[in-house]
């Protein structure tokens, strides 16, 4: 456990392996039927065809047994008290799940933090992935900047400064799909302004999952790969009874689930 709460330190972020091959393809089986029951022809409407899919612990209890797979449970809530030694005795809610699928072709998601969506104190929500494809550069892996969360600063850009012509590849019916891009940090070298942190891509293998700091910077691009996906299972972790945005369109943040 030294070693996950070192890289955490260091990074706001840390990948850990802890499913089975069978494990993850009865997840990827089931995630991939849940694609094609909401749309036999999602093909063919790219690209809100293949937006993630809300809620699936909704539909089937293995999505809910894994929000509470002890492994998991257990290293979010010791990230959560190396960052708060304070806080005492807390309960874990979760926020959202979400099946993410990302076929050839489809579009990454800008830089951002998750503290965004859901305006939470530094160091008391963790989203984490669930990896069910191996992922690198090609297929569109996600990319980081080490460190970053230990401003503990956000950096939102003002909506009337966004990237309009990024903006219009985004799914009508999901605003956010490519994340809310954010400012990233800079400082003057030798008189050349530079990123404070480097971007970083992190392959990951199937299996693994990654703990995300709420306030380390991160995003995704495009998967480039004309045959590999990514798959991945997201879930929103928080302490409860801490503040959290509820512009949610399911409204699962107004009735979160006890872990």
Not at 4 to 9: E, G, M, P, Q
Not at 101 to 114: A, I, M, S
């Amino acid at each position: 456990m030294k070693n996950i709460i070192d890289t955490w330190n260091k990074d706001g972020y840390v990948n850990v392996p802890i499913f089975t091959k069978d494990e993850i393809d009865k997840v990827r089986t089931r995630g991939l039927e849940l694609l094609n029951e909401r749309d036999p022809n999602w093909r063919d409407n790219l690209p809100t065809g293949s937006e993630p899919y809300q809620n699936p612990h909704f539909q089937d209890d293995m999505f809910y047994e894994i929000i509470r797979k002890k492994e998991i449970v257990d290293i979010v809530k010791r990230l959560i008290q190396n960052d708060n030694p304070d806080l005492g005795d807390f309960d874990l809610q979760v926020s959202q799940t979400w099946m993410y699928f990302k076929p050839p072709g489809e579009l990454g998601r800008d830089t951002h933090q998750n503290s965004f969506y859901v305006h939470c104190d530094w160091g008391k929500a963790i989203n984490i992935s669930i990896a069910i494809d191996d992922s690198d550069e090609e297929n569109g892996c996600m990319f980081w900047y080490p460190g970053s969360h230990n401003d503990k600063i956000s950096w939102p850009i003002d909506h009337d400064k966004f990237d309009l012509e990024r903006q219009k590849t985004n799914p009508k019916s999901w605003t956010n799909e490519r994340g809310k891009p954010c400012y990233i940090p800079s400082m003057y070298q030798n008189g050349v302004l530079v990123d404070k942190y480097p971007k970083v891509f992190t392959p990951t293998k199937s299996g693994s999952v990654t703990f995300v700091h709420s306030h380390v910077l991160h995003g995704s691009e495009e998967n480039k790969s004309n045959h590999r996906w990514r798959i991945a299972y997201l879930i929103g972790y928080f302490v409860k009874g801490i503040y959290l945005h509820t512009d949610s369109k399911d409204g699962m943040r107004k009735n979160p689930i006890d872990v």
